[in-house]
């Protein structure tokens, strides 16, 4: 298992931009699937981002083109770079580690699009 904490969460005006961070607990870099999931309130939750092993990336389609994750084996990080937010991109994100058996989640930071 692997132990997982976001940051960089807050609060951007309209358009504005924010880097979500992940740091995991131990080396991802054999990690199958790393990803970013979020829940707007009232919504069930929903995948933003995936990131496998070997560089192939998955974005949602209200995130194409605006979002971007990346990750950084060295630093056992994951990151989610969102640009020319929208409100309705406001939710908790939360991390997420597929190590194929089970899936780990970190407790999620909070991101408030509003003017």
């Known amino acids: 298992q692997v132990h997982l904490v976001e940051s960089g969460g807050g609060l951007v005006q309209p358009g504005g931009s924010l880097r979500l961070s992940c740091a995991a607990s131990?080396?991802?870099?054999?990690?199958?699937?790393m990803g970013w999931y979020r829940q707007a309130p009232g919504k069930q939750r929903e995948l933003v981002a995936t990131?496998?092993?070997?560089?192939?990336?998955n974005y949602a389609d209200s995130v194409k083109g605006r979002f971007t994750i990346s990750r950084d084996n060295a630093k056992n990080t994951v990151y989610l770079q969102m640009n020319s937010l929208k409100s309705e991109d406001t939710a908790v994100y939360y991390c997420?580690?597929?190590?194929?058996?089970?899936?780990?989640w970190g407790k999620g930071t909070l991101v408030t699009v509003s003017s």
């Open positions: 131990g080396s991802i870099a054999g990690i199958p699937v």
């Open positions: 997420s580690a597929d190590l194929g058996t089970l899936t780990n």
């Open positions: 990131l496998a092993k070997f560089g192939s990336t």
